[in-house]
């Protein structure tokens, strides 16, 4: 198809600040950056936690507190 996937990280954090997961994954675009994070945090029961997913230019794409 030729389109270039991105990188992205999802990073989640236990209340102390502790790093639970640190996770690099490729998307397309920043939405679909988004929506995989929220389905990834689903799957691994950590949506109450403090997250986030930032690009590999650090831009922030998604942050839940």
């Given at each position: 198809e030729g389109s270039?996937?991105?990188t992205y990280i999802i990073t989640v954090f236990e209340k102390?600040?502790?790093?639970?997961?640190?996770e690099s994954f490729?998307?397309?675009?920043?939405?679909?950056?988004?929506?995989?994070?929220e389905r990834?945090?689903?799957?691994?029961?950590?949506s109450e936690h403090?997250?986030?997913v930032?690009?590999?230019?650090g831009k922030l794409v998604h942050f839940h507190r």
């Open positions: 270039v996937l991105r102390d600040g502790t790093k639970l997961i640190d490729e998307a397309k675009d920043d939405r679909e950056a988004r929506q995989y994070g990834f945090l689903q799957e691994k029961n950590c403090t997250s986030r930032t690009s590999s230019t």
